[in-house]
């Protein structure tokens, strides 16, 4: 089982104004639920709000926006980490010239 990754062997996926770069999950790595990846939003990126079974997780290294996650808004800025909880309406807004990237993580509520 492989239980390491470089950004570059990273698999890419590519949505209306974000990237996601997967490093870990259960299918290159064999983790029980976890994926680690980095994520880029565009300037002008919009995501609209949504929802996911497991939890998530950002991390922001790069750049600036905001995120709606339930009734509270937080400021997206280098340093800032932020958690969704498992089926809570959350959503990011990327208003600036220059991409956010963070580190993102989606784990599973229960491990067994």
Do not use: W
């Amino acid at each position: 089982m492989k239980v390491s990754a470089r950004l570059d062997e990273a698999r890419i996926e590519v949505f209306a104004g974000r990237t996601i770069k997967t490093l870990l999950d259960p299918g290159a790595t064999g983790t029980r639920g976890l994926t680690l990846g980095v994520i880029i939003y565009e300037p002008g990126c919009i995501v609209e709000p949504h929802t996911h079974s497991d939890q998530e997780a950002l991390y922001v290294l790069k750049g600036r926006g905001e995120a709606r996650i339930g009734s509270e808004t937080v400021e997206l800025r280098p340093g800032t980490a932020v958690y969704m909880r498992e089926g809570v309406v959350h959503s990011v807004v990327n208003p600036s010239t220059d991409p956010i990237e963070a580190v993102l993580i989606h784990a599973p509520t229960s491990t067994t």
